[in-house]
């Protein structure tokens, strides 16, 4: 069963420090999504990408959030300067074209922002 | 703004018990997901729901729904210990621009 991998599944970082979450989406995918999930709370949309530009974006998804897919497998998620709030599990995922298999979900990385 | 609303949020069920979650939403959607997460794990997509009406099911759990009446169920029947988790809907309005919306989830436990 292919897999969207994530990494690093765990990261702490000092508050105002920049972080980038990498994600590789399933090879014959072509929609790809950052998600997360502040502990206990429901899982929040943050933004959708495709063609190689952002499709979607959450009201989350300040000037301090970027997205980047720098070659053909990896999908970023760059938080510029992380606020304490900033703390939860970001979820990767992908999509195939025609979308009616829904979502595959990576494992997810957690970051701790202290 | 499209809303997502589940109940009962906690669950707490006999093994070989039947029950239902209810996952209701406020506006026409394209398509339904239900979802599973285990503590500190993914999200293990479970079920995608296309169309008025339909159905699916996978081993004890089955799955409806009903656009006109905006609402989806997830029956799970003959609950065993292996279904003790947290389950999700989510709805898309526009199929594949991503941007599902999750309900606040059910989270299950099945004793023995």
């Known amino acids: 069963e292919p897999e969207v991998t994530q990494t690093p599944s765990h990261q702490v970082t000092q508050m105002g420090q920049e972080v980038i979450l990498r994600c590789v989406p399933i090879?014959?995918?072509?929609?790809f999504y950052w998600y997360r999930q502040i502990l206990g709370q429901k899982v929040e949309f943050l933004v959708s990408f495709y063609n190689n530009e952002i499709s979607e974006k959450s009201e989350i998804f300040d000037d301090q959030f970027s997205v980047e897919r720098p070659d053909g497998s990896n999908f970023t998620l760059k938080i510029r300067s992380t606020k304490l709030e900033d703390s939860a599990m970001y979820f990767c995922?992908?999509?195939?074209?025609?979308?009616?298999?829904?979502?595959?979900f990576g494992s997810g990385t957690r970051l701790t922002v202290v | 703004e499209l809303k997502v609303e589940q109940n009962p949020l906690f669950l707490s069920m006999q093994e070989g018990k039947n029950y239902t979650i209810y996952c209701n939403y406020s506006t026409t959607s394209d398509r339904l997901y239900w979802y599973r997460q285990d503590p500190g794990k993914s999200l293990e997509s479970l079920f995608v729901l296309l169309s008025n009406g339909a159905v699916k099911q996978e081993g004890r759990l089955m799955a409806s729904l009903d656009t006109k009446a905006r609402l989806s169920t997830l029956h799970i029947t003959a609950a065993v210990h292996d279904l003790s988790a947290t389950y999700f809907c989510?709805?898309?309005?526009?199929?594949?621009?991503?941007?599902?919306?999750f309900g606040d989830g059910t989270t299950l436990t099945v004793k023995p």
């Open positions: 995922a992908s999509s195939d074209p025609q979308g009616a298999r829904g979502y595959t």
């Open positions: 989510a709805v898309d309005i526009f199929a594949n621009a991503g941007k599902s919306t």
């Open positions: 090879s014959n995918h072509l929609y």
